[in-house]
């Protein structure tokens, strides 16, 4: 649904385009209909805030249990759940900076909030991978070791198992997307997305959408094959 939204902000599409699909940049930000700028502000805003939020309860909830971190952790769903919110936030934060940058008339608030929200647009999924294989302490087990598992288990498993069942609790938002053991994996529908959304906010040399309309379809094609 959100490269329907990056689909609907293309910088060259028609007025007639964009007034016949003006509710679907509203996937990407609920701030859709304010300037990149605020857009890109704005969904950081609100992945700063539930983040604070989601630490602050679960802070709260070690303190009334009387819990170690971990189980506290797992309890609550950190910070697996502040992953999926940041995750739903990136795609919009990295297209409306490139948009940003590329706006004719751009100024310097433009130009400072968009290399900002680039930088961040590459090192969110470079930071979640570095997190995962160094501080996630979650494992990967081959799918022939649970052979003896429950039908279920392996339908939901078919390539392998995460484990302990504590960190599957507190990362399962970065691990639900890893297809295999390698980390990189959990970022990769990301980074498609991402790839997407540069080639849609770049103005074209010539009129029309043809050729960006080849280019994502090019790349959602082969991110689909290759998953």
């Not at 989601?54 to 070690?62: D, E, L, N, P, R």
């Not at 994996?185 to 540069?198: H, I, K, P, R, Y």
Request: proline share 5%; net charge positive; charged share 10%.
């Amino acid at each position: 649904m959100q490269v329907l939204g990056v689909f609907a902000r293309m910088s060259c599409a028609s007025a007639q385009e964009r007034a016949s699909t003006a509710a679907l940049p509203y996937f990407l930000s609920v701030f859709a209909a304010l300037d990149p700028l605020w857009m890109v502000v704005g969904n950081a805003l609100l992945a700063a805030v539930f983040g604070c939020v989601h630490y602050g309860v679960t802070a709260a909830f070690q303190r009334w249990r009387g819990v170690d971190a971990a189980s506290a952790w797992a309890a609550m769903r950190f910070p697996s759940l502040t992953y999926v919110v940041a995750h739903a936030m990136h795609l919009d934060i990295f297209f409306g900076s490139v948009l940003a940058l590329a706006l004719p008339d751009a100024r310097v608030q433009h130009r400072v909030i968009g290399v900002v929200g680039v930088l961040y647009g590459v090192a969110f999924p470079a930071g979640v991978c570095y997190f995962i294989s160094r501080h996630a302490g979650a494992s990967f087990t081959i799918y022939w070791q649970f052979s003896r598992k429950p039908l279920h288990e392996r339908l939901l498993y078919p390539v392998g198992y995460w484990y302990p069942e504590a960190q599957q609790r507190m990362y399962g938002g970065m691990l639900t997307n890893m297809r295999g053991r390698y980390v990189y994996w959990c970022v990769f529908q990301l980074s498609v997305l991402c790839v997407v959304g540069l080639i849609a906010a770049v103005h074209p040399p010539m009129g029309g959408c043809h050729v960006p309309y080849f280019c994502m379809a090019a790349v959602l094609l082969a991110g689909a094959g290759v998953v």
